[in-house]
């Protein structure tokens, strides 16, 4: 059985736990807290950051894209990463967008102010920076809605790990409190259609410790 | 011929170019400065980044991972993602290593510190963030060091991507005159062999406006 070393609120842990959902593959969750930099984890993993999977030939997979390139190489169905040569690069860019872009400007500082400040630093978060991460969330929501004007799922006519990678961060800042679903009818029907996935459920009913989500976080209809 | 959008210190378009000449596929270099964030450029990108690639055929290609990938389906020859899906996974690892950690915590403060705000905000560079970079740069190179103890590449005994990211990110490091190569012996000599390739020359060749690299910068006997 493999093991995925993550945190619950860990958006790149969520985007391979969706994948893996998706195509059937068994799992153990291992609880890892990065900030704590614990001395086994770095050995691991010198970059110090989940998600890890290790399996039981002495495999240990580092890094979300490269865990997901090697579960689409190694269980290719149902395709994640799927299509033409071009179809593929587009997948592969919004999975960018989501895991740099949206990440760095919303989600880690979200996760700075409203996770770290309380779990580890103990502090009160810097309420400028949280409204600067929702404003641009908004923006990002716009973005979404409009791929969802023009395509079925984000990158196409089918679910792909576009999807999973936007909805592991989107799911993220939404446990945070960081989302303003106001005026995103498309976004939020597209977001209520993922959560209802079995690939989804486990994760909406796990918590952080300290840190609590709002009312609507893990209903479907919300 | 493809088109590929770039300026001469991105690391990212420095990577994407290793790889295309390595395989051999022609391109025009067309020059953006994303830091204008030109409306026609937005509109082909919404990001804001470079490289992009764009074809005759219409399509366009965003995001450096993305491009790279979609090289090595389209023009698998030589393979620059080779092996087994977990030495696949090693390079891809090491590849979000340097076009991650290492370009967030050396490469981008180098660039905003000695050429945005030169080129861009006309004011001098923080001395103590350029430090610390410096600083940083020196334990990841060396982890290169660690790695090619073990290995003949950075990923095992084939030269691939990941000596490719590497070698950019660090290129870029160089010309801002961010890494002291002593002590460094193992990464120097690996350094040195990607110099010489024909796919890099061009690149050594190239300077940005204004900032000046030093005299070691281009010499493969440096």
Chains 1, 2 share one sequence.
Request: net charge neutral; with cysteine.
């Amino acid at each position: 059985m493999w093991q995925l070393f993550q945190f619950p609120l860990c958006p790149f842990s969520r985007k391979v736990r969706l994948l893996l959902g998706e195509k059937g593959v068994g799992y153990d969750l291992v609880r890892e807290s990065p900030w704590l930099r614990r001395d086994e984890f770095l050995d691991m993993n010198p970059a110090g950051q989940t998600p890890v999977v290790a399996g039981e030939g002495g495999i240990t997979l580092i890094h979300s894209q490269a865990i997901c390139e090697y579960f689409e190489e190694t269980c290719p169905r149902p395709p994640m990463i799927v299509g033409s040569a071009t179809e593929r690069a587009e997948i592969r860019r919004l999975v960018a967008l989501f895991d740099e872009t949206v990440h760095n400007e919303v989600v880690a500082p979200l996760m700075s102010e409203r996770m770290l400040k309380r779990i580890v630093l103990r502090t009160s978060p810097d309420a400028k920076a949280l409204r600067e991460a929702m404003k641009i969330a908004n923006t990002h929501l716009d973005y979404v809605d409009w791929l969802l004007d023009h395509r079925r799922w984000l990158a196409g006519a089918v679910l792909s790990l576009a999807d999973l990678a936007a909805a592991a961060q989107i799911s993220v800042a939404d446990y945070l409190g960081g989302i303003d679903w106001r005026g995103h009818e498309r976004t939020k029907e597209w977001y209520a259609a993922l959560k209802s996935r079995p690939s989804f459920r486990p994760l909406l009913s796990e918590r952080m410790e300290i840190v609590t989500p709002p009312p609507h976080y893990d209903k479907v209809d919300f």
